[in-house]
């Protein structure tokens, strides 16, 4: 069974500028989830779909950060002006449905933005 | 008060002996608590989940769950360096679709040779 794919898995970007990352899901998992880690923290939700809907994004912030799901299969995070405070690891994980306890993260996307 | 604290660390403990890690959480409602290893520059990867009371073992890993103290913890019996990672305590508060996962700072664990 593949993974959660997620790219690209580096990206270095200015400040102000636009980045957007892709998340492929594991087959079959309905629900999707973006969270950011920063250093030395542990990853925070950012948003999470059941299947095309949101259903959580209460901690996105929004006037900056965008998310999509449009055929509930892979999703996109933009993030559009990017802030220093970006630079974090963008972290990508499905389930098969919201509530099931194993949660399958993709590698993540290190973000720096200088 | 954070949602869910974990002391970070690091704790270093020999090699064969127990690593015990320790998680407390704010929220009463909490219904489901999980802890995930994360190697360096790794993304995380569960190994024990629990939901009722009491002790849940799989393994060298042992989940304790406490309500009443809102307390939750595992304990890694015969560490081995291979067990050396970031251990992250999360907490499910919310049912069905409403649910989502709060996780702690992470417990950083060196077993040392």
């Known amino acids: 069974e593949a993974g959660v794919a997620q790219s690209p898995r580096y990206k270095i970007i200015e400040k102000r500028q636009s980045v957007a990352f892709w998340c492929n899901p594991i087959?079959?998992?309905?629900?999707l989830y973006w969270y950011q880690q920063i250093l030395g923290q542990g990853p925070k939700l950012l948003i999470q779909f059941q299947n095309n809907g949101v259903v959580d994004d209460s901690q996105l912030p929004k006037d900056r950060f965008s998310a999509e799901r449009l055929k509930g299969v892979d999703s996109t995070l933009k993030i559009q002006p990017a802030k220093l405070e970006d630079s974090a690891v963008y972290l990508c994980?499905?389930?098969?449905?919201?509530?099931?306890?194993?949660?399958?993260f993709g590698p993540g996307t290190r973000l720096t933005v200088t | 008060q954070k949602e869910v604290e974990q002391n970070s660390g690091p704790l270093s403990v020999p090699e064969g002996a127990i690593a015990s890690l320790n998680c407390t959480y704010s929220d009463r409602g909490s219904q489901s608590f999980f802890w995930y290893r994360q190697y360096s520059g790794k993304s995380p990867e569960l190994i024990m989940f629990i939901y009722s009371n009491g002790d849940k073992e799989d393994g060298r890993f042992t989940a304790q769950l406490n309500k009443a103290s809102q307390y939750v913890s595992l304990l890694i019996r015969d560490s081995q360096p291979s067990d050396s990672a970031t251990y992250l305590c999360a907490v499910n508060v919310g049912p069905g679709t409403a649910s989502k996962l709060t996780f702690g700072t992470g417990t950083r664990l060196q077993v040392t040779l």
């Open positions: 994980a499905s389930s098969f449905r919201t509530g099931e306890p194993e949660q399958y």
């Open positions: 087959s079959g998992h309905a629900t």
